[in-house]
């Protein structure tokens, strides 16, 4: 019996585990952080985000802070009130919903003279990337217009090898989960 309890929490474990694992915790800036004068747009741009993936803002309090907005702020700088922002210096966003992603610095001209913004489009792990558009689409947060667009308008759609991978590989651990009843 107990070796029947076992198999079923390894066999959960096993399940479990692959997918909280493949969430990936970004600092914004690497070593840099969240800084002016900072090129946000080539760090961005080899890296992959899905859902569940984690954006870290790490700055000294005070000097900065974080406000998520729509791609029209986003292109004009235009800061949002101060209770929508994000001061504590160590901001972390958690991606929750694929599509296109907007932040900006609302400190004095950080965001319109020296750069402190960043752009990055986030995939689920169902979807499949299309092409998309070589400029910024305006839109509110969480519209049906923020899909699939890149990270960086230069850059090739991310590709959904990985995607495929993960899913695969979760199908595997699927497969596994009856065979070990079966040799139990």
Known sequence: MASKQLNIALAVVAIVIPAVAMATEFTVGDDSGWTINFDY?????????WVGDKLVFKYPAGRHNVFKVNGTAFANCTIPPPNEGLTSGNDVITLST?????????????????????????????????????????????SAKEAAAPSNPMAPAPSSAYGILVSGYQLLIAAMVPVAFLLV
């Open 41 to 49: 747009q080539a760090w961005a741009k080899d890296k992959v985000f």
């Open 98 to 142: 694929p599509g296109r992603k907007w932040y900006i610095c609302g400190v004095s001209d950080h965001c319109a003279s020296y750069g402190q913004k960043l752009v990055i489009t986030v995939l689920d792990e169902s979807s499949s990337p299309s092409p998309a558009p070589s400029t910024p689409m305006p839109s509110t947060p969480g």
